[in-house]
């Protein structure tokens, strides 16, 4: 879990500096650039909550609650921020109508953190 925390952050960066300069003409030109950026900020702001959650079972290991949050904030990545790239790369809209599926893996992910924060909690 870690290594793959790792390895979405590093992508991240890489796709968010090919966006920046090396797709920056392509986006500007399709208006993609914010739904771009969207993308990047959520593979981070998730593959650091991956990161959290794999810090979290190896502390509290016992607890599958932090399995299934890392599990939900992986498909979510991999929905939510990969049909904004397609999107944003080839113009085809119709993928946009399955980045909510992405945002309910987050959400509901975000839920399992807070099941397993209530057993811990004193």
Partial sequence: MI????CLSALGVGL???GAHG????????????TFEIAVKYQFYHAFA???CALLARQYP???DWKRAALLFIIGIFIFSGSLYVL????VTWVGAITPLGG???IVGWGWMIR??????V
């Fill in 88 to 91: 944003s790369l080839t113009g």
């Fill in 62 to 64: 016992a607890q599958n």
């Fill in 50 to 52: 991956l990161l959290g």
């Fill in 104 to 106: 309910v893996a987050f």
């Fill in 3 to 6: 290594q793959l925390a790792a």
């Fill in 116 to 121: 397993g924060a209530s057993k811990i909690i």
């Fill in 23 to 34: 797709l920056a003409d392509l986006l500007e030109s399709t208006g993609r650039t914010d």
């Fill in 16 to 18: 968010g500096a090919f």
